[in-house]
């Protein structure tokens, strides 16, 4: 008897000793089959793909960068264009056009925004499940799909933007899009399948942009409490990003239809859908970037979530890291009128260099970083009306009052605001409506988006030096003096354009598939952009 | 009556140390004498008469009378019962029928080096062992046999007296820790490094990349024994790089700006400031260590002590390591010595700080110091901080008599250096308690408890005056971590004779497992300088946390068998199965194998009898076969799919985070070994050879997918790839010299391998290496340059088709190259991805050692070289030292092309400010940047001189040895960078890397 005891006391000493050694339990992350399980972590999931908009993991690395939407879709959008500066070399590729397939920041700007677009499917899918299992309400699964296929509209759009020629590229806008996945991923097996799916067309693309849009239109509220109204989706942001992606898609009469959603008849114009309006002055929906009547929709950042100091747009777009100022193109300009406000009050005047250089003062808390990054403002929806406006029904009273709205609280001297008089034909007022985008969504990444989308347009593309449609020469920071900035003197020193641009023909107009697809992906390998 | 001679003579052994005792004999009387203290006899003998030269354990050796006779006796292997440590127990040396190389702990304690590792290289056949740069905190990288893998860990596993440890860099963040680092060289007694799958399959799943096998020391029979061991040294960078003086940077700098149409930027100031920033970032680091032991044994107990010191400055000047240790095992046999129990000590204490490593971190000593302006001093009294930081852009170097600052707002790094901090400070124990009952002679019953618990303190300090702190206005981060493991053995071993049939059988249960633990705190907007030292509450506005943990373990049981005949026959094997916490439950539990045969020919009668006998005195064949595993993946549940938290500002939220397979196993290994070992003349020389294939499949890799398809960090581990590895080992020692006093013994290995990808997924190509079937693991890679179009300055290089393009700095675009008008720029073309190609191997394909004592009289001489090559360097240092902005360069820059009339050197394009990344190709790899990594290196000079003996006894002591040495003096290679081994990204691609130190020390051993 006393000898089975002590085997068995032996036996099990051995089987405690297995158990404590390897049946072990992961502590730092819940497992996939869980995390639809509560209302509180469905709700948790869907801020999951918020943060993948704001702070994508940078390749190489894995740091935190505001790829897609947090930081990069400024700074690339700007840095592509020619209005802002690049002051450092270790961050003028964009700037420089001297990327490649395997350049960083347009595979973080492709990677991370799939990563936001997986997260998404999947946390469709999950509330789904969870609907159905009575986790959540059907209810509140509509409203969480619609938030985040909003988001996943916003990344599509964007990656048209980067990486494939614009709509009017051919008659149907047959040629390449960008891969579109609606299904969540996560097993070898749905790797397998979904490879097989390759580039959608520019039209599919937009299809399924505007499916999501129209989903989250229907779906979303029209407001949200206190900041969240900002920085979560809401109807009023999908109506406007329609008006955005409408315009890219030269659809004008649909631009008017879902502005009129969202524009009040007359002057002064506000939102009937989230009281929407334009700020008193200027800076308003930066001085004041977590709450303000303007801003439709932005990226959340914190103090202690942000692009960090490798990304966010106050180091980057001010002195504390001096990366990007403000070029003495658009400071020189002379449609920017000397007394503009935005000079006064979205500029900023800083030695750096031994140049005393215009930095960008729509992002102001330096260290602390936490701006809220814009992504859709009241004033671009007044703009992509007053542009629809103008190119459907000319120089209209509505056009000019459009335009005005945005323009007359910057440019106070009745003298020098506009009535329809101003323009002498619809030309001159897409100008001044052109012209009036440069200024008002300086230094928020608007310049390229308008570039790529002009692209095709007889009229009022932008050039490069050839005559041809493309990006324009560009200032170089390593022959800038502070006397280069001569404010709306309409004279830019050509001594200081020295960066070159190049023309839509160029291999290097958008952004090459990057490397890491390529080579992952044999049917996206066969579809690579022209030229790389 | 014959004539007699008075002989005088010494006896010592085959290391020359004097043999106080050793018997001379008149062959064929009863006549002779012992050696005295100092190992010298003196006797009168017939003059035609033979002496018989006897010791224990040593081989008799005869002479002939002479006035002066000097005899080196050699160890006889036959009778001598010399031990090697094995998995789970020890073997005679003479019947351990697998690849095992062995190194004395005393061949590496006298030398200067911050852990025994570095001293590691070289000094055995197939292990290899590589120093990535001088820094005194980072681990080298020690490769046994070849690479196997690919995302798993390559690093063998190191086993500290019988319990599986730690190892590597266990640093968190910006400062290194090497975790075997922890362990003075001076306590270690001996290394055994397992190789072979005969070796190794003991490991089970953990064998894969070879096992590390440390003894340390223990008491020694007789009264106690204390001994101190003691040196100090120098260290200073072997080499740095040439960089522009002030006048050359000028000239260089303004070239830049006016060749693409800008104003000179750069200036002299009229003090004509020259600086050599190097001067200011690199120094001689003074390095000494101490450690004291007493020790001692008695039949019933034994005991040894020691604690020892060592603080050693780097060559940077905020880089240091300090250890201290204390050491203890004593063991006691009790209850009529049926029972013996034991137990061990190792506790450290490592402080370690260092500067901000990244290849391309502005604050990177590395890649700040060698980009300094040369015409702007390090310190300016007028600005507060006293060095020399740009009155408006407080995170950049002051501009001088320079127009602008330098580029990308490079800090001042000797302000960087000599203020922020990156340090962290490491406790460890490793504690074991061991019982061990021995019922008869033959059965042995042991029971081990052991554990390794390591906390670090780790932080770094950025002040808020410039550099990397300025952009936080002070940030200290601090991180605590623990790392603990327990491991339980029960060992039951027997080891038998009948007649001539030998016998062994071990049968082990094991259990271990590891928790890691780390919080992390951090300050930032601090409201005072004065505050950014240490976390003090209210003294900043932004506070972080953080933290993590995870766990792993493993559950073993493990038998092996070994059987010979009379030593001439073997065969043995063992078999272990593993339960692997890291693997799903359905899939964790494995069984590995291995099995081992050789036949000692020299045994034979036909041999012994022969006359080859005198000439071979020892020759065994052997070969071994196992099947083992490699279970250290990159994560502990990577078969988990997860949600990870995940914050949206100041939302709280989680988000998908790795996308888990269920059905990874752990990666198999087949090693296939086959060799000989022989001794000739009497055991004075032995040769061993070995051939060795290690084929591992089922490969952990994240295999990449496609990133539009979200999968987090666009992999899935999955089992998938083959690489298999093979090579040939030789070792070759014994004393050359060995006469009137002199001895000279040598130790010479060489080793080969090979490496190649067989199946893969497809390509994973990085930035200057790629992953490719058919080539060698990290097979360099990238466009092929063709040089500098002597008509425009223009770089060049081949399309794959042969046909060579120019890239026009002027427009950043590339053209076809015609060599009848090579300024025409009519026909466009482009560099794609296809153009490039492999460039070369990164791995060496043979290296060795070859190391030489020579001892005369009280004195010794050692030189050691060490060899390597047949690998290829990517030395992208030389990329970014030609870089285009408003930075210093190399002296290479000075071959530029600068009109057709003085086109340069033919390598260097024509400068263009802001073109660098288009001259250089920056982010992509080039053959321009890729050199030949052959050396042979001088590693070590020394000599030492032993005090005589009557001395010593003067002194009241027992021994007393002094030496001077010198470490690592020349190295002659054709590579242009600081070191053929330097390394940062991974081997192969040298990137920024901190120079090798060269070190000059004295040393003393005194035993009481």
């Known amino acids: 008897m006393k000898k089975i005891l002590s085997i068995l006391f032996g036996v099990a000493l051995f089987f405690s000793c297995t158990d404590q050694a390897i049946n072990l339990e992961q502590k730092d992350a819940i497992t996939y089959g869980v995390a639809f399980s509560t209302p509180e972590r469905c709700e ?22 505001g790829y897609p939407f947090g930081a990069a879709t400024v700074q690339q959008g700007d840095m592509k264009g020619e209005n802002m500066l690049n002051v450092q070399q270790f961050f003028a590729v964009t700037y420089n056009g001297d990327y490649t397939v395997a350049s960083p920041n347009g595979q973080a700007h492709w990677e991370c925004t799939y990563q936001m677009i997986n997260k998404i499917n999947i946390v469709i899918e999950g509330l789904r499940t969870a609907a159905e299992n009575g986790v959540i ?141 334009l700020t008193a002055t200027p800076e308003g929906p930066f001085a004041n970037n977590k709450s303000n009547t303007e801003s439709i929709f932005s990226i959340e950042n914190s103090a202690l979530d942000n692009a960090t100091n490798n990304g966010s747009l106050s180091q980057f777009y001010f002195t504390v890291r001096s990366l990007v100022c403000v070029s003495p193109i658009i400071i020189n300009a002379g449609f920017w009128l000397k007394d503009d406000l935005r000079r006064a009050q979205l500029l900023k005047r800083a030695e750096y260099g031994g140049i005393n250089a215009f930095w960008s003062w729509k992002y102001r808390t330096g260290t602390v970083m936490n701006d809220w990054t814009p992504i859709l403002r009241y004033a671009e929806v007044l703009l992509n009306y007053a542009e629809a406006e103008a190119r459907k029904n000319g120089v209209t009273q509505k056009a000019v009052d459009l335009l005005n709205a945005v323009r007359n609280r910057a440019v106070t001297d009745h003298a020098l605001q506009f009535t329809t008089a101003s323009f002498a034909n619809v030309d001159a007022l897409m100008t001044a409506i052109l012209q009036e985008r440069e200024i008002e969504f300086l230094a928020e990444g608007r310049r390229w988006p308008d570039i790529h989308r002009l692209t095709y347009d007889s009229k009022y593309a932008v050039k490069s030096k050839d005559g041809k449609s493309g990006i324009p020469d560009k200032a170089s920071w390593g022959s800038m003096k502070t006397e280069s900035y001569n404010p709306a003197s309409g004279v830019v020193d050509a001594n200081i354009i020295k960066t070159a641009g190049f023309n839509f023909e160029d291999r290097r107009y958008i952004f ?13 390998a066969e579809q690579q952009n022209a030229g790389w | 009556m014959t004539a007699q001679t008075q002989v005088r003579g010494t006896v010592v052994d085959e290391a020359g140390v004097p043999i106080i005792g050793a018997t001379i004999q008149i062959k064929g009387t009863t006549q002779g004498t ?37 005899v080196v006796l050699m160890p006889d292997t036959e009778l001598l019962e010399e031990i090697v440590v094995v998995g789970y127990g020890t073997q005679r040396k003479r019947d351990v029928t697998s690849s095992i190389s062995q190194i004395r702990g005393e061949d590496l304690a006298s030398k200067a080096s911050p852990s025994f590792m570095q001293q590691m290289a070289g000094r055995a056949s197939g292990v290899q062992v590589i120093a990535p740069s001088g820094d005194v905190t980072q681990p080298p990288r020690v490769i046994i046999r070849g690479v196997g893998t690919i995302s798993s860990s390559n690093a063998p596993l190191y086993v500290i007296n ?13 400062s290194n820790n090497n975790a075997l680092a922890d362990i003075n060289p001076s306590d270690i007694e001996s290394f055994e490094i397992l190789k072979d799958g005969a070796a190794t399959a003991i490991y089970g799943s953990r064998a894969a990349n070879g096992v590390v096998l440390i003894t340390t020391k223990q008491g020694k029979q007789g009264a106690a024994k204390i001994t101190y061991d003691s040196w100090m040294g120098w260290s200073s960078a072997a080499k740095l790089y040439d960089l522009l003086n002030a006048e050359q940077f000028v000239t260089i700098a303004n070239e830049k700006y006016t060749n693409s149409g800008g104003n000179p930027q750069a200036k002299m100031d009229d003090k004509g400031t020259d600086t050599n920033w190097y001067d200011y970032v690199f120094r001689t680091g003074f390095q000494h260590s101490h450690t004291v032991s007493i020790s001692g044994a008695s039949p019933q107990t034994q005991y040894f002590m020691s604690a020892g010191y060592t603080d050693q400055k780097g060559l940077s000047i905020n880089n240091s390591y300090n250890r201290y240790t204390f050491y203890a095992k004593a063991e006691h046999k009790f209850l009529r010595d049926y029972v013996t129990a034991g137990f061990s000590l190792n506790a450290s204490n490592q402080v370690n700080t260092g500067p901000v490593k990244g290849t391309n971190s502005i604050s990177d000593n590395m890649y ?12 300016n009294p007028d600005d507060p901080t006293g060095f020399n930081i740009d009155p408006n852009d407080r995170k950049s170097l002051a501009k001088g008599a320079n127009l602008r600052t330098i580029e990308n707002t490079i800090p001042n790094i000797v302000w960087v250096l000599k203020n922020n901090r990156q340090k962290n400070s490491s406790y460890r124990i490793l504690p074991t308690a061991n019982i061990d009952i021995r019922p008869v002679s033959w059965l042995m019953f042991r029971s081990l408890v052991g554990a390794d618990v390591n906390l670090i303190d780790d932080s770094y300090v950025w002040m808020p005056e410039s550099g990397d702190g300025f952009g936080y206005k002070g940030l200290i981060n601090r991180s605590s971590i623990k790392r603990q493991r327990w491991n339980f053995q029960n060992i039951l071993s027997a080891n038998k004779s009948f007649g001539l049939h030998n016998l062994d059988a071990t049968a082990v249960a094991e259990w271990t497992n590891y928790v890691y633990n780390r919080f992390t705190a951090g300050a930032r907007d601090f409201s005072d300088p004065f505050f950014v030292d240490e976390i003090i509450s209210d003294t900043y506005v932004t506070q972080s946390s953080g933290g993590s943990v995870t766990t792993n373990g493993l559950a073993s049981y493990i038998f092996r068998a070994n059987y010979n005949y009379n030593s001439i026959f073997y065969i043995g094997g063992s078999v272990r199965r593993d339960g692997i916490s890291n693997l799903h439950k359905d899939n964790r539990w494995g069984t590995f194998y291995g099995g081992s045969a050789a036949v000692r020919i020299s045994g034979l009668d036909f041999w012994k009898n022969s006359s080859i006998n005198d000439i071979v005195s020892d020759f065994r064949l052997r070969g071994s076969f196992a099947e083992v595993g490699n279970d250290r993946l990159s994560g502990d549940f990577m078969y988990n799919d997860i949600f990870a938290g995940q914050k949206y500002g100041d939302q709280a939220g989680i988000a998908y985070y790795q996308a888990g397979n269920p059905a990874l196993k752990w990666e198999k290994q087949k ?16 040769l061993v050879f070995a051939y060795w294939q290690k084929d591992n499949s089922d490969i952990v890799l994240d295999v990449p997918t496609p990133p539009s398809l979200g999968i987090p960090w666009n992999v899935i581990a999955q089992n998938y790839g083959k690489i298999n590895n093979n090579g040939i080992e030789l070792e070759l020692g014994g004393n050359i010299i060995q006469n009137k006093g002199l001895i000279w ?69 590339y053209y076809v190259y015609n060599p009848s008008d090579p300024a025409d720029l009519s026909k466009a073309s482009n560099l794609v991805q296809d153009d490039k190609e492999i460039l070369g191997n990164s791995l060496p394909t043979w290296f060795g050692g070859w190391d030489n004592t020579v001892t005369l009289k009280n004195f010794d001489f050692n030189i050691f070289f060490r060899f390597s090559g047949g690998n290829k360097i990517a030395n992208v240092t030389r990329r970014d030292m030609l870089d285009q902005g408003f930075t210093n360069s190399s002296t290479e820059i000075l071959g530029r092309w600068q009109s057709e009339s003085n086109p340069g050197d033919g390598n260097v394009p024509k400068l263009y400010y802001g073109r660098g990344g288009f001259i250089n190709l920056t982010g992509e790899g080039s053959s321009r940047w890729i050199e030949s990594g052959d050396f042979l290196k001088l590693q070590n000079l020394s000599v030492g001189y032993n005090f005589p003996k009557g001395l010593c006894s003067q002194l009241w002591v027992e021994k007393v040895r002094i030496y001077v040495q010198g470490q690592n003096l020349a190295t002659f290679t054709k590579y242009s960078g600081l070191d053929p081994e330097g390394y940062t990204v991974v081997p192969g691609v040298d990137w920024n890397g901190n120079p090798q130190q060269r070190t000059f020390l004295i040393g003393l051993n005194i035993g009481f």
């Open chain 1, 44 to 65: 948790l999931a869907i801020v999951g793909c918020y943060d993948a908009a704001q702070s994508g993991y940078y390749p190489g690395n894995n740091q935190r960068r």
């Open chain 1, 137 to 277: 309400t059907q209810e509140k699964a509509i409203d969480g799909e619609a938030e985040v296929r909003f988001l996943r509209a916003l990344g599509l759009h964007e990656l048209l933007v980067f990486f494939a020629l614009p709509y009017a590229a051919t008659p149907n806008a047959s040629h390449y899009g960008v891969p579109v996945s609606t299904v969540p991923i996560n097993t070898i097996d749905k790797v397998e399948e979904a490879k097989e799916a390759g580039r959608a067309t520019v039209e599919e693309t937009y299809k399924q942009i505007l499916d999501d849009l129209n989903f989250a239109e229907q779906n979303l509220a029209a407001t949200r409490a206190g900041g969240l109204k900002i920085s979560r989706a809401t109807k009023g942001a999908a109506v406007a990003l329609k008006t955005r992606v409408y315009q890219h898609m030269g659809k004008w009469t649909e631009v008017i239809t879902e502005s009129n959603k969202i524009v009040s008849p007359t002057a002064p114009f506000t939102s009937p859908i989230g009281a929407y309006a």
């Open chain 1, 512 to 524: 090459p598939i990057p490397l890491s697809e390529i080579t992952s992906n044999p049917k996206i």
């Open chain 2, 34 to 70: 012992v050696t005295n203290l100092d190992g010298n006899f003196s006797l009168v003998a017939p003059a035609e008469a033979t002496l018989v030269v006897s010791f224990v354990g040593l081989i008799t050796q005869e002479v002939a009378v002479a006035p002066t006779v000097n």
């Open chain 2, 162 to 174: 019988g319990v599986p440890v730690t190892s590597g860099n266990v640093g968190y963040s910006y």
């Open chain 2, 368 to 379: 700040a110091s060698s980009r300094m302006l040369p015409n702007v001093a390090v310190y």
């Open chain 2, 671 to 686: 090693i296939l070994d086959f060799g000989f070992d022989a001794a000739f003349l009497h055991n004075r020389f032995n």
């Open chain 2, 745 to 813: 013994k040598t130790a010479f290995n060489f080793s080969t391998q090979q490496s190649k990808v067989v199946t893969l997924v497809n390509d994973i190509p990085y930035e200057h290496y790629i992953l490719r079937e058919g080539e060698s693991m990290n097979a360099l890679w990238g466009y092929r340059y063709a040089g500098v179009n002597m008509k425009n300055g223009n770089p060049m290089y081949y399309k794959k088709d042969g046909s060579i393009i120019q890239g026009n700095i002027a427009n950043t675009k």
